[in-house]
């Protein structure tokens, strides 16, 4: 027995007393770290948020996920400078454990080129609040309404209902058509014929019209915002005005005023023009127009 306690126990005693400690003490603070990181990281991307925007939910689940990404960042580092602490203690030479792991790496870089590029932009289209779900938005040469988005990719549904998987890496530039309020540029034709001042006065009619409906008013956030003749079209003028309105009802707003803007146009005999064509009959060096025939036909009705 005394010699079981002298080769095996007593060496593992000595071990304990001289190494064994440092090692538990080494873990007891990465585990502290551990803690105070998961406590921390999510209360820090949170109090960066600007206070109109801490009731926004939206807002604050991508801070979430913000927070999630710089814990398990911290985490690794942690991990990795516990790792390389215990091995010290324990007289282990990391250095080639650390240049196989530099050769490991770099092979798998080369293949995961497109995954970081992804991760860190996704990242900072987090941070900086470009993209948010439920936003109408241009991005990669998609467009639609963001329906998730994540460090990876963003995934967007347009009006047709197809649905597309954009990798974050593919964003160079992004397009938020709802992003605090929405704009609607109208052009509005009207007959060479027709007085300028009078259809704009028609446009401000429907417009606070418009406003004062209860179900279309309190998404139009200003007046009309009359920009005026704006091009001497083929066949009409073009009036230019703007319309604003709360995020993504820009559209449905839009809508509404062209069908009461077409009603009181009809009302007041101001005409829409449609494009037509002049016919001319040309002449030859003789000054002759060649013969035109023209035929009527009468549909006979009974």
Known sequence: MSEFLNDFINPILTWMGKQGYQIALILIIMFIMMRLADLYANRLVKALIPKKRKLDGEYNKRAETLGNVIHYVLTFILIGIAVAMCFNV???????????????????????????????????????????????????????????????????????????FVPNGEISVVTNMTKGYSCYVLEIGVAYREDVDKVMAVM??????????????????EPLDMLGLDEFGE????????????????????????????KLFDERNIEIPFPHVTLYIGKDKQDQSPPLNIRLEQEDKE
């Open 90 to 164: 324990l007289k282990i030479e990391i250095g080639p454990i650390l240049a196989a792991a530099g050769v490991l790496g770099l092979a798998v870089g080369f293949g995961a080129q497109s995954l970081v590029k992804d991760l860190i932009s996704g990242f900072f289209i987090l941070l900086e609040d470009q993209i948010r779900v439920g936003d109408v938005v241009e991005i990669a040469g998609k467009s639609g309404v963001v329906e998730r988005m994540n460090l990876k990719m963003t995934i967007l549904r347009d009006l047709s209902g197809n649905v597309h």
């Open 204 to 221: 401000h009619e429907v417009d606070e019209d418009l406003r004062a409906d209860p179900d279309f008013g309190p998404d139009i956030l």
């Open 235 to 262: 066949s009409a003028l073009i009036i230019k005005a703007r319309l604003t309105t709360r995020p993504i009802k820009q559209w449905r707003t839009a809508r509404e005023f062209r069908r009461r803007l077409k």
